[in-house]
């Protein structure tokens, strides 16, 4: 049995991993599949996700930054009517603190920021008072020149290296460490090598001291190694999730979570 504490309730699965189903309201997310609202969070919820993730700003390479105002606009209302359905945590997939409080304020749950609170590092001191667990990813630059600069000397080390000083942090700022979530973040600002380098060592990020979150699903890396289009990744994305699950993520993040779910029920029977 695995459990995540949020401020109020804890999540729990007798699966291997909680999954994360996604939903972009964003018209330029790199998979069109992930776009929608109400009626694709009401389909994940139907197909057994254990929360969803809710980003109203794309972070696909090449994509630019939107305004907190517009983020707002598209984000708010899709709480509010998930709501109306269904009291699935909530994850918000953002950078902003005036976002994330007007989310935490219609009903989120857990910020999962790709800055790992570098760019707002107010938004640690409101986790930490309201008791809402972080994901903390790694990358580098933004997504307009992230894929511009992947090369490291030792990847594996300095994304280690990198999360292990955002999690002092919010650790500093009274985030409780089982609140706190690592994601390495593949694709964002790596080569496919150093992708799954981080895949099959993910689970020795901080020494394991931490969660872990892996979101591989549709990944261009897996792209690369099968010579399939975003569309036909999905055989790739349950491999690639498989193992890291095997190798110690706690959760994933997936457009398919119906498919998820069978390989997780795989896995639990395997073990």
Not at 111 to 127: G, K, M, Q, R, V
Not at 152 to 178: H, M, Q, T, W
């Amino acid at each position: 049995m695995i459990e995540l504490k949020l401020a109020s309730k804890t999540i729990k699965s007798d699966l291997p991993a909680f999954i994360m189903g996604i939903v972009n309201a964003t018209p330029d997310s790199f998979f069109s599949g992930s776009r929608g609202g109400i009626e694709r969070a009401l389909q994940l919820i139907e197909e057994g996700a254990d929360l969803l993730d809710l980003g109203a700003e794309s972070t696909r390479p090449g994509s630019e930054y939107v305004s907190e105002e517009e983020e707002i606009r598209r984000l708010i209302p899709l709480i509010k009517e998930i709501r109306k359905h269904s009291d699935i945590p909530l994850s918000i997939d953002t950078r902003k603190a005036a976002v994330f409080k007007a989310a935490v304020e219609a009903g989120a749950d857990i910020l999962n920021d790709i800055s790992a609170l570098e760019d707002e590092p107010e938004l640690a001191d409101f986790c930490a008072e309201n008791k809402l667990p972080v994901i903390l990813m790694h990358k580098r630059g933004n997504p307009g020149t992230m894929q511009k600069n992947t090369e490291y000397k030792d990847c594996f080390s300095e994304v280690n290296d990198y999360l292990s000083r955002r999690a002092d942090f919010v650790l500093s700022k009274g985030i409780a460490p089982e609140k706190i979530i690592l994601d390495p973040g593949i694709g964002f600002g790596k080569n496919a090598a150093d992708n799954f380098q981080l895949i099959r060592r993910c689970g020795e990020l901080c020494n394991g001291k931490y969660k872990v979150l892996m979101a591989l699903s549709r990944k261009t890396c897996l792209g690369e190694a099968t010579g399939r289009p975003v569309e036909e990744r999905l055989a790739g994305t349950l491999a690639a999730d498989l193992l890291a699950v095997q190798k110690g993520a706690f959760m994933i993040r997936v457009h398919d979570v119906k498919e998820a779910v069978d390989t997780m029920k795989v896995l639990k029977e395997l073990q």
